[in-house]
Protein backbone atom coordinates (compact mmCIF):
# COMPACT_ATOMS: atom_id res chain seq x y z
CA UNK A 1 0.00 0.00 0.00
CA UNK A 2 1.08 3.12 -0.57
CA UNK A 3 1.27 5.48 2.10
CA UNK A 4 1.83 9.92 2.42
CA UNK A 5 3.94 9.64 6.02
CA UNK A 6 5.87 7.94 7.80
CA UNK A 7 5.86 9.01 11.95
CA UNK A 8 8.89 8.39 13.92
CA UNK A 9 8.40 8.50 17.91
CA UNK A 10 10.86 8.89 19.79
CA UNK A 11 12.09 6.43 22.65
CA UNK A 12 12.66 6.88 26.24
CA UNK A 13 15.41 9.09 25.97
CA UNK A 14 12.81 11.65 25.58
CA UNK A 15 12.97 11.72 29.26
CA UNK A 16 16.09 13.75 29.92
CA UNK A 17 15.18 17.08 30.47
CA UNK A 18 17.84 19.96 29.09
CA UNK A 19 19.75 17.22 26.68
CA UNK A 20 16.31 16.63 25.02
CA UNK A 21 16.69 19.11 21.58
CA UNK A 22 20.26 17.65 21.47
CA UNK A 23 19.13 14.54 21.37
CA UNK A 24 16.26 15.24 19.47
CA UNK A 25 18.66 16.60 16.61
CA UNK A 26 20.84 13.81 16.70
CA UNK A 27 17.85 11.32 16.12
CA UNK A 28 17.11 14.01 13.20
CA UNK A 29 20.53 13.67 11.40
CA UNK A 30 21.17 9.57 11.70
CA UNK A 31 17.76 9.71 9.79
CA UNK A 32 18.40 12.09 7.16
CA UNK A 33 22.21 9.90 6.49
CA UNK A 34 19.93 6.88 6.55
CA UNK A 35 17.48 8.46 3.52
CA UNK A 36 20.12 9.10 1.35
CA UNK A 37 18.99 6.15 -0.85
CA UNK A 38 15.79 7.86 -1.03
CA UNK A 39 15.61 11.12 -2.15
CA UNK A 40 12.56 11.94 -2.52
CA UNK A 41 12.04 11.79 1.40
CA UNK A 42 11.86 14.65 2.76
CA UNK A 43 12.10 14.89 6.79
CA UNK A 44 10.09 17.38 9.17
CA UNK A 45 10.66 17.56 13.04
CA UNK A 46 8.17 18.32 15.54
CA UNK A 47 8.11 18.29 19.27
CA UNK A 48 8.58 14.40 19.94
CA UNK A 49 8.25 13.08 16.36
CA UNK A 50 9.96 13.49 13.08
CA UNK A 51 7.87 13.36 9.72
CA UNK A 52 9.22 11.65 6.92
CA UNK A 53 7.03 12.95 4.02
CA UNK A 54 7.43 10.26 1.35
CA UNK A 55 6.64 11.64 -1.77
CA UNK A 56 6.52 8.54 -3.79
CA UNK A 57 9.09 6.68 -2.02
CA UNK A 58 8.09 3.22 -0.72
CA UNK A 59 7.32 2.98 3.11
CA UNK A 60 7.96 -0.98 3.13
CA UNK A 61 11.48 -0.01 1.30
CA UNK A 62 12.08 2.92 4.47
CA UNK A 63 10.93 0.95 7.31
CA UNK A 64 13.49 -1.61 8.19
CA UNK A 65 16.08 1.17 7.21
CA UNK A 66 14.39 3.22 9.79
CA UNK A 67 13.35 0.38 12.46
CA UNK A 68 17.61 0.36 12.65
CA UNK A 69 18.09 4.22 14.01
CA UNK A 70 18.82 4.50 17.61
CA UNK A 71 16.43 6.39 18.97
CA UNK A 72 13.38 5.67 17.24
CA UNK A 73 10.71 3.53 19.50
CA UNK A 74 8.15 3.27 16.99
CA UNK A 75 7.08 3.92 13.66
CA UNK A 76 3.61 4.32 12.08
CA UNK A 77 2.71 4.52 8.22
CA UNK A 78 0.26 7.26 7.91
CA UNK A 79 -2.23 8.57 5.56
CA UNK A 80 -2.73 11.79 5.45
CA UNK A 81 -6.39 13.99 4.71
CA UNK A 82 -6.87 17.54 5.27
CA UNK A 83 -8.57 18.04 8.47
CA UNK A 84 -12.33 18.90 7.25
CA UNK A 85 -14.85 16.42 8.40
CA UNK A 86 -15.89 15.03 5.18
CA UNK A 87 -12.39 14.79 3.94
CA UNK A 88 -11.48 12.76 7.13
CA UNK A 89 -14.52 10.59 6.38
CA UNK A 90 -13.31 9.83 2.84
CA UNK A 91 -10.08 8.75 3.84
CA UNK A 92 -10.69 6.78 6.73
CA UNK A 93 -13.14 4.81 4.08
CA UNK A 94 -10.43 4.67 1.42
CA UNK A 95 -7.99 3.24 3.69
CA UNK A 96 -9.74 0.75 5.29
CA UNK A 97 -10.52 -0.56 1.65
CA UNK A 98 -7.34 -1.05 1.15
CA UNK A 99 -6.25 -2.98 3.68
CA UNK A 100 -7.91 -6.61 2.77
CA UNK A 101 -9.66 -6.71 6.05
CA UNK A 102 -10.94 -10.28 7.13
CA UNK A 103 -13.86 -11.50 8.35
CA UNK A 104 -14.89 -11.14 12.39
CA UNK A 105 -11.53 -8.48 12.69
CA UNK A 106 -12.25 -6.48 16.11
CA UNK A 107 -11.99 -2.86 15.80
CA UNK A 108 -11.99 0.72 17.56
CA UNK A 109 -11.77 4.52 16.21
CA UNK A 110 -9.15 6.04 18.38
CA UNK A 111 -9.42 9.80 17.54
CA UNK A 112 -7.14 12.48 19.28
CA UNK A 113 -8.56 16.07 18.40
CA UNK A 114 -5.15 17.55 18.83
CA UNK A 115 -6.23 20.99 16.93
CA UNK A 116 -9.22 22.50 19.66
CA UNK A 117 -10.54 24.89 16.08
CA UNK A 118 -11.57 21.63 15.25
CA UNK A 119 -15.47 21.25 15.12
CA UNK A 120 -16.01 17.80 16.73
CA UNK A 121 -14.51 16.77 19.66
CA UNK A 122 -12.35 13.18 20.33
CA UNK A 123 -15.86 11.33 21.02
CA UNK A 124 -17.29 13.17 18.28
CA UNK A 125 -15.03 11.71 16.26
CA UNK A 126 -14.89 8.14 17.34
CA UNK A 127 -18.86 7.90 17.09
CA UNK A 128 -18.38 9.42 13.31
CA UNK A 129 -15.27 7.61 12.14
CA UNK A 130 -17.00 4.50 13.57
CA UNK A 131 -20.37 4.45 12.66
CA UNK A 132 -19.77 5.23 9.17
CA UNK A 133 -17.10 2.07 9.23
CA UNK A 134 -19.17 -0.30 10.60
CA UNK A 135 -22.02 0.88 7.96
CA UNK A 136 -19.54 -0.14 4.88
CA UNK A 137 -17.69 -2.78 6.17
CA UNK A 138 -19.75 -6.09 7.74
CA UNK A 139 -16.67 -7.83 8.44
CA UNK A 140 -15.94 -5.21 11.51
CA UNK A 141 -16.87 -6.19 15.00
CA UNK A 142 -16.60 -3.20 17.44
CA UNK A 143 -14.36 -4.14 21.11
CA UNK A 144 -12.64 -1.43 22.94
CA UNK A 145 -10.26 -3.94 24.67
CA UNK A 146 -7.71 -5.04 22.43
CA UNK A 147 -8.99 -4.79 18.98
CA UNK A 148 -7.17 -6.23 16.33
CA UNK A 149 -7.44 -3.25 14.01
CA UNK A 150 -7.65 0.33 15.89
CA UNK A 151 -8.05 3.12 13.70
CA UNK A 152 -5.96 6.20 15.08
CA UNK A 153 -6.89 9.33 13.47
CA UNK A 154 -5.13 12.49 14.81
CA UNK A 155 -6.81 16.04 13.96
CA UNK A 156 -4.03 18.76 13.94
CA UNK A 157 -4.44 21.89 12.29
CA UNK A 158 -3.02 21.60 9.09
CA UNK A 159 -3.37 17.96 8.32
CA UNK A 160 -5.01 14.87 9.94
CA UNK A 161 -3.04 11.51 10.04
CA UNK A 162 -4.46 8.44 10.08
CA UNK A 163 -3.14 5.07 10.96
CA UNK A 164 -3.34 1.88 12.39
CA UNK A 165 0.55 -0.06 12.58
CA UNK A 166 2.52 1.10 15.30
CA UNK A 167 6.12 -0.90 14.33
CA UNK A 168 8.43 -1.47 17.22
CA UNK A 169 11.66 0.16 16.40
CA UNK A 170 15.32 -0.54 18.23
CA UNK A 171 14.34 2.11 20.57
CA UNK A 172 17.88 3.43 22.87
CA UNK A 173 19.15 6.24 22.72
CA UNK A 174 20.56 8.74 19.99
CA UNK A 175 24.01 7.94 18.68
CA UNK A 176 26.39 8.80 20.46
CA UNK A 177 24.73 11.19 23.05
CA UNK A 178 26.20 9.46 26.00
CA UNK A 179 29.85 9.50 25.71
CA UNK A 180 32.68 7.38 24.40
CA UNK A 181 33.65 3.57 25.00
CA UNK A 182 37.15 1.26 23.62
CA UNK A 183 35.12 -2.50 22.87
CA UNK A 184 37.78 -5.10 23.42
CA UNK A 185 36.47 -6.79 19.12
CA UNK A 186 37.76 -10.51 18.78
CA UNK A 187 36.14 -11.90 15.57
CA UNK A 188 33.67 -14.32 17.35
CA UNK A 189 30.20 -13.88 17.71
CA UNK A 190 29.85 -11.91 21.37
CA UNK A 191 31.96 -8.77 20.90
CA UNK A 192 30.20 -7.71 18.05
CA UNK A 193 27.01 -8.04 19.67
CA UNK A 194 28.37 -5.90 22.93
CA UNK A 195 29.28 -3.39 20.58
CA UNK A 196 25.80 -2.80 18.85
CA UNK A 197 24.24 -3.09 22.31
CA UNK A 198 26.61 -0.14 23.63
CA UNK A 199 26.19 2.00 20.59
CA UNK A 200 22.20 1.39 21.09
CA UNK A 201 22.45 3.26 24.55
CA UNK A 202 24.34 5.86 22.71
CA UNK A 203 27.68 5.14 22.97
CA UNK A 204 30.56 5.97 21.16
CA UNK A 205 32.18 2.89 20.61
CA UNK A 206 36.19 2.62 19.46
CA UNK A 207 37.21 -1.14 18.74
CA UNK A 208 40.36 -2.74 19.64
CA UNK A 209 41.89 -5.76 18.74
CA UNK A 210 44.34 -8.12 19.39
CA UNK A 211 46.35 -9.98 16.93
CA UNK A 212 49.53 -12.58 16.94
CA UNK A 213 51.42 -12.74 13.88
CA UNK A 214 52.44 -15.32 12.82
CA UNK A 215 49.91 -17.49 15.36
CA UNK A 216 46.53 -15.54 13.69
CA UNK A 217 46.38 -15.06 10.03
CA UNK A 218 45.72 -11.83 7.86
CA UNK A 219 42.51 -13.83 6.82
CA UNK A 220 41.39 -13.74 10.49
CA UNK A 221 42.68 -9.79 11.05
CA UNK A 222 40.55 -8.96 7.77
CA UNK A 223 37.54 -10.82 9.36
CA UNK A 224 37.43 -8.36 12.01
CA UNK A 225 37.87 -5.49 9.87
CA UNK A 226 34.85 -6.84 8.14
CA UNK A 227 32.98 -7.12 10.91
CA UNK A 228 33.58 -3.39 12.50
CA UNK A 229 32.63 -2.43 8.77
CA UNK A 230 29.37 -4.49 9.85
CA UNK A 231 29.32 -1.81 13.00
CA UNK A 232 29.71 1.23 11.02
CA UNK A 233 26.77 1.03 9.24
CA UNK A 234 25.49 1.75 13.17
CA UNK A 235 27.67 4.11 14.19
CA UNK A 236 28.33 5.64 10.25
CA UNK A 237 32.30 5.47 11.45
CA UNK A 238 34.16 3.02 13.52
CA UNK A 239 37.91 3.78 14.39
CA UNK A 240 39.44 -0.01 14.94
CA UNK A 241 42.82 -0.08 17.03
CA UNK A 242 45.22 -3.01 15.62
CA UNK A 243 47.34 -4.06 18.49
CA UNK A 244 50.18 -6.16 17.81
CA UNK A 245 50.07 -9.02 20.52
CA UNK A 246 52.51 -11.51 19.80
CA UNK A 247 55.14 -10.33 21.98
CA UNK A 248 53.08 -10.08 25.40
CA UNK A 249 51.47 -12.86 24.57
CA UNK A 250 54.37 -15.27 24.23
CA UNK A 251 56.46 -13.35 27.37
CA UNK A 252 53.86 -15.72 29.25
CA UNK A 253 54.26 -19.31 27.83
CA UNK A 254 57.44 -19.61 29.54
CA UNK A 255 55.55 -19.01 33.21
CA UNK A 256 55.10 -22.83 33.83
CA UNK A 257 51.61 -21.54 34.77
CA UNK A 258 49.51 -22.46 31.93
CA UNK A 259 45.80 -22.68 33.43
CA UNK A 260 46.66 -18.99 34.24
CA UNK A 261 47.58 -17.98 30.76
CA UNK A 262 44.30 -16.60 29.45
CA UNK A 263 43.93 -14.54 32.83
CA UNK A 264 46.97 -12.85 31.97
CA UNK A 265 46.55 -12.48 28.25
CA UNK A 266 42.95 -10.85 29.29
CA UNK A 267 44.83 -8.53 32.39
CA UNK A 268 47.10 -7.52 29.45
CA UNK A 269 44.55 -6.78 26.96
CA UNK A 270 42.79 -4.81 29.50
CA UNK A 271 45.68 -2.73 30.51
CA UNK A 272 46.68 -1.92 26.86
CA UNK A 273 43.08 -1.06 26.14
CA UNK A 274 43.16 1.48 29.41
CA UNK A 275 46.32 3.30 27.58
CA UNK A 276 44.69 3.70 24.05
CA UNK A 277 41.14 4.54 26.11
CA UNK A 278 43.58 7.14 27.80
CA UNK A 279 44.49 8.30 24.85
CA UNK A 280 40.92 8.49 23.09
CA UNK A 281 39.52 10.28 25.85
CA UNK A 282 37.02 6.97 26.48
CA UNK A 283 35.67 6.35 30.23
CA UNK A 284 34.60 2.83 30.12
CA UNK A 285 35.96 -0.27 28.23
CA UNK A 286 33.58 -3.32 26.66
CA UNK A 287 33.43 -6.76 26.08
CA UNK A 288 31.43 -9.23 25.41
CA UNK A 289 31.93 -11.72 28.37
CA UNK A 290 28.78 -13.22 29.49
CA UNK A 291 28.82 -14.83 33.01
CA UNK A 292 29.68 -18.78 32.66
CA UNK A 293 30.70 -19.09 29.17
CA UNK A 294 34.21 -20.34 29.23
CA UNK A 295 36.53 -20.19 32.19
CA UNK A 296 37.40 -16.41 31.45
CA UNK A 297 34.17 -15.24 32.12
CA UNK A 298 33.45 -17.26 35.68
CA UNK A 299 33.04 -14.36 38.57
CA UNK A 300 36.15 -15.15 39.73
CA UNK A 301 37.75 -14.79 36.14
CA UNK A 302 36.19 -11.41 35.34
CA UNK A 303 37.27 -10.34 39.01
CA UNK A 304 40.73 -11.35 37.99
CA UNK A 305 40.67 -9.87 34.82
CA UNK A 306 38.83 -6.63 36.21
CA UNK A 307 41.20 -5.14 38.40
CA UNK A 308 43.65 -4.36 35.77
CA UNK A 309 42.27 -1.44 35.32
CA UNK A 310 40.40 1.46 37.13
CA UNK A 311 38.47 1.93 34.04
CA UNK A 312 34.66 0.08 34.49
CA UNK A 313 34.44 -2.58 32.49
CA UNK A 314 31.06 -2.74 30.96
CA UNK A 315 29.75 -6.19 30.07
CA UNK A 316 26.30 -5.94 27.95
CA UNK A 317 25.66 -9.25 27.46
CA UNK A 318 26.88 -10.52 30.76
CA UNK A 319 23.48 -12.30 31.56
CA UNK A 320 22.28 -13.19 28.17
CA UNK A 321 21.96 -16.53 26.71
CA UNK A 322 23.83 -17.67 23.96
CA UNK A 323 20.66 -18.04 22.05
CA UNK A 324 19.95 -14.95 22.57
CA UNK A 325 23.18 -13.12 21.65
CA UNK A 326 22.99 -15.92 18.44
CA UNK A 327 19.54 -13.82 17.47
CA UNK A 328 20.72 -10.55 17.70
CA UNK A 329 24.03 -10.88 15.75
CA UNK A 330 22.07 -12.57 12.94
CA UNK A 331 19.11 -9.34 12.95
CA UNK A 332 22.46 -6.94 12.68
CA UNK A 333 24.48 -8.85 9.87
CA UNK A 334 27.48 -9.93 12.07
CA UNK A 335 26.54 -14.04 12.53
CA UNK A 336 27.86 -15.14 8.96
CA UNK A 337 30.92 -13.13 9.58
CA UNK A 338 31.73 -14.18 12.93
CA UNK A 339 31.10 -18.03 12.52
CA UNK A 340 33.60 -17.88 10.08
CA UNK A 341 36.70 -20.67 11.29
CA UNK A 342 39.52 -18.43 11.99
CA UNK A 343 41.13 -18.00 15.31
CA UNK A 344 41.96 -15.84 17.38
CA UNK A 345 44.86 -15.22 19.41
CA UNK A 346 43.31 -16.51 22.70
CA UNK A 347 41.98 -19.93 21.39
CA UNK A 348 45.36 -20.84 20.46
CA UNK A 349 47.12 -20.86 23.82
CA UNK A 350 44.13 -22.44 25.19
CA UNK A 351 45.41 -24.82 27.83
CA UNK A 352 43.62 -27.86 28.23
CA UNK A 353 41.82 -26.82 31.78
CA UNK A 354 41.93 -23.39 32.09
CA UNK A 355 41.26 -22.14 35.43
CA UNK A 356 37.72 -20.84 36.42
CA UNK A 357 38.98 -19.24 39.94
CA UNK A 358 42.08 -17.81 39.04
CA UNK A 359 44.31 -16.20 42.29
CA UNK A 360 44.73 -12.97 41.87
CA UNK A 361 47.79 -13.01 44.16
CA UNK A 362 49.55 -15.54 42.31
CA UNK A 363 48.58 -13.61 38.71
CA UNK A 364 49.83 -10.45 40.23
CA UNK A 365 52.92 -12.54 41.24
CA UNK A 366 54.03 -13.87 37.65
CA UNK A 367 53.64 -10.18 36.36
CA UNK A 368 55.85 -9.16 39.02
CA UNK A 369 58.66 -11.40 37.92
CA UNK A 370 58.24 -10.66 34.09
CA UNK A 371 60.74 -7.66 33.49
CA UNK A 372 59.78 -6.86 30.48
CA UNK A 373 55.84 -6.73 30.47
CA UNK A 374 55.26 -3.38 31.05
CA UNK A 375 57.76 -2.40 28.68
CA UNK A 376 56.12 -5.08 26.03
CA UNK A 377 52.64 -3.52 26.30
CA UNK A 378 53.74 -0.04 26.07
CA UNK A 379 55.80 -1.03 22.66
CA UNK A 380 52.36 -2.93 21.78
CA UNK A 381 50.37 0.73 22.21
CA UNK A 382 53.11 2.42 20.24
CA UNK A 383 53.06 -0.46 17.39
CA UNK A 384 48.97 -0.36 16.89
CA UNK A 385 47.55 1.21 14.14
CA UNK A 386 44.30 2.53 13.37
CA UNK A 387 41.71 2.09 10.55
CA UNK A 388 38.42 4.38 10.37
CA UNK A 389 35.51 2.38 8.70
CA UNK A 390 32.59 3.38 7.33
CA UNK A 391 30.14 1.66 5.58
CA UNK A 392 30.59 1.33 2.55
CA UNK A 393 34.26 2.54 1.98
CA UNK A 394 37.28 0.58 2.03
CA UNK A 395 39.26 1.16 5.76
CA UNK A 396 41.51 4.44 5.53
CA UNK A 397 44.44 4.43 7.67
CA UNK A 398 44.09 7.46 10.42
CA UNK A 399 46.45 10.15 10.04
CA UNK A 400 47.01 8.72 6.47
CA UNK A 401 49.96 6.14 7.20
CA UNK A 402 50.45 3.52 4.35
CA UNK A 403 48.90 0.48 4.25
CA UNK A 404 51.04 -1.96 5.29
CA UNK A 405 51.56 -5.50 3.13
CA UNK A 406 51.37 -7.66 6.07
CA UNK A 407 47.91 -6.30 6.87
CA UNK A 408 45.83 -7.90 4.42
P1 LIG B 1 33.62 -13.42 21.48
O1 LIG B 1 32.56 -14.19 20.78
O2 LIG B 1 33.32 -11.96 21.58
O3 LIG B 1 34.98 -13.72 20.93
P2 LIG B 1 33.89 -15.44 23.40
O4 LIG B 1 32.66 -16.05 23.93
O5 LIG B 1 34.64 -16.16 22.34
O6 LIG B 1 33.59 -13.96 22.95
P3 LIG B 1 36.32 -15.03 24.77
O7 LIG B 1 37.09 -15.48 23.60
O8 LIG B 1 36.63 -15.55 26.13
O9 LIG B 1 34.80 -15.22 24.66
O10 LIG B 1 36.43 -13.44 24.83
C1 LIG B 1 35.76 -12.67 25.77
C2 LIG B 1 35.89 -11.22 25.39
O11 LIG B 1 37.27 -10.80 25.39
C3 LIG B 1 35.42 -10.96 23.97
O12 LIG B 1 34.04 -10.81 23.91
C4 LIG B 1 36.16 -9.71 23.62
O13 LIG B 1 35.52 -8.57 24.18
C5 LIG B 1 37.50 -9.91 24.33
N1 LIG B 1 38.48 -10.50 23.38
C6 LIG B 1 38.82 -11.79 23.24
N2 LIG B 1 39.76 -11.94 22.29
C7 LIG B 1 40.03 -10.70 21.81
C8 LIG B 1 40.92 -10.17 20.80
N3 LIG B 1 41.72 -10.95 20.09
N4 LIG B 1 40.91 -8.84 20.59
C9 LIG B 1 40.09 -8.04 21.30
N5 LIG B 1 39.26 -8.48 22.24
C10 LIG B 1 39.22 -9.78 22.50
MG1 LIG C 1 36.27 -15.32 21.30
Known amino acids: MNYDVLLLRFGEFILKGKNRRRFEKSVYLHVKSVLTPFPKAQLRSEFGRIYVHLNGEIASELIPVLK ?84 RVEIREKDTYIFCEVIAAVGGFPRGSNGKAILLLSGGIDSPVAAWSSMRRGLQVECVHFYSFPFTSQLAKEKVIDLARVLSGYAGEIKLHLVPFTEVQTSFTGTGQDDLIITLMRRSMVRIATMIAEREGSLALVTGD ?46 DLSIQPYEDCCTLFVPKSPSTNPSLRIVERIEDSLAALTQLEEEAVSRTEAIVLSPNKEGKLKDQVNIQEDWF
Not at 73 to 96: G, H
Not at 324 to 335: L, N, P, S, V
Open 68 to 151: KVFGIASISPVIVSSSNLENILTTCQDFLERLNIEEDTTFKVNARRVWKGFAHSSHEMNHLVGSLLLTNFQMLNVSMIKPTLEL
Open 290 to 335: SLGQVASQTLSSMNAIGRATDLPILRPLVMMDKNEIIEIARDIGTY
